[in-house]
Each structure stands twice: as C-alpha cells, then as structure tokens.
C-alpha cells in the first residue's frame, strides 16, 4: 500500500518570505501525486498534480512543486507567501480504483 | 465553491445514535468518495462509489455504509455512534473515479458524537 509523509506539521514563515513544504512518498511504479489546500472551515481544494512529464508542476496561487523519482518526493513551494496562504496544506497519492491516501498535513502559518 | 454539497453541516448527538449524511456530487460526476477526518487519524479514505456501484474500499467500520442512488447523489449512514466517531466527513466527487483525476471536495459535516 501506498504511504504519504509529510516531513513538517507546521511550518512558520514571514510574509513575502520563500517557503517550502516536503513530501515524500512510498515508491510504486507509477505514481500520481497532488497537493490540496485546507482554508479554515473549508474542504479541501486542489493546488496542483503530477501525473507524468514535466517534473516541475505549477499550480494554482503561484504554487509549484517537483517531483523527484529517485527521492520520492514531491516538495511544494512558493517564492513568496501572503497572509491569504496561512491553511493547511495534504500531499496525497492516488491509489488503485483513485482512492487518495494522504499525508498528515502541514500547517502554514504566516506572520505579518 | 467546489460543486459539492454536502448536508447537514454540523450534526451534534449522542452516542449510539444513528445519523446520515448526505452528499450531492458535482454536475456530470459519476463518481463519489467519502473521508473521515478526524485529529488522532488525519485524513482517511471510507469508500468509493461510481455510477451507483462501490468500488474501493478504506478502513470503513462495519457500523458504517454508504450507497448511491440512481440520481448519483450518495448518503453515509453511520450506526451505534462513539465519541471516537467526531470528525469532519468530506465527501467528494470525479468524473468516472481514475486515479489520475481531481477529486473535488465538498465543505463537509463536522459530526460531534457527545
């Protein structure tokens, strides 16, 4: 079975500071990945994913992450973060009939 | 505004009871998921259904089923409630559920079990 980590439960970042949140994933042949955002009382929304190509996949809010086979992972980043981006943020992996399995969460925290 | 809903939004209720929540997917979305989140779990795939019909199966207690009607919307029927059963339940939706699409979530019913 497949298995989502994700290195940080909480990362704190200053506004219009760099940040990047780590994922690493179980390896399998092939594999799809995709980052959701959590905004406070809201259900998940999709940032981005990877299926195959290009290794570099940007998103939706300036959001980007590379997949790296040989690391197994799937870093999401973002050159510059605004207030608006303070939410919790799930890597997921797509398993089987499309069952997601994800990670346990990072929670981005940004100060002014 | 995802195209999901979900109802009710909040649900309180005693333990042993019996509740349902209920799941409208997207326009055109064959297919619908449930997950459970909770604080101690994370987020938790339940089950899986496309075109009326279960296709994958999580870590779903046997307290709980789940079906999909004919007009594709879906209900999740959890019995003989625990505390331990609080949580968020989300309920998404896909196109024909591959493995390579985006599921889109609804905003979920947060169940508190007292």
């Known amino acids: 079975a497949q298995s989502v980590t994700q290195l940080d439960s909480q990362v704190p970042v200053f506004e219009e500071a760099p940040v990047e949140l780590r994922c690493n994933y179980s390896s399998s042949v092939s594999v799809y990945l995709f980052w959701y955002v959590q905004y406070p009382n809201q259900g998940l929304q999709l940032l981005l994913k990877y299926l195959s190509g290009s290794t570099l996949v940007k998103g939706i809010n300036g959001f980007e992450a590379e997949f790296n086979k040989s690391q197994t992972s799937f870093h999401l980043r973002k050159p510059s973060v605004h207030i608006s981006d303070t939410a919790e943020y799930f890597c997921?992996?797509?398993?089987?009939?499309?069952?997601?399995?994800f990670g346990q969460g990072t929670t981005l925290q940004v100060k002014p | 505004d995802s195209g999901v809903t979900q109802t009710p939004k909040h649900l309180i209720t005693a333990t042993g009871q019996r509740v349902t929540l209920r799941c409208s997917p997207r326009?055109?979305?064959?297919?619908v998921y449930w997950y459970q989140q909770s604080l101690d779990q994370g987020l938790q795939f339940l089950i899986q259904y496309y075109n009326g019909e279960e296709r994958a199966k999580g870590n779903i207690l046997e307290r709980f089923s789940a079906q999909q009607f004919p007009d594709l919307h879906s209900e999740l029927n959890l019995s003989s409630l625990e505390l331990g059963d609080s949580a968020l339940y989300f309920c998404?939706?896909?196109?024909?559920?591959?493995?390579?699409?985006?599921?889109?979530f609804g905003p979920g019913t947060r169940l508190l079990v007292l």
């Open positions: 326009s055109g979305d064959l297919s």
């Open positions: 997921a992996v797509s398993e089987g009939a499309g069952k997601l399995i």
């Open positions: 998404a939706s896909s196109p024909s559920g591959g493995n390579k699409e985006t599921q889109y």
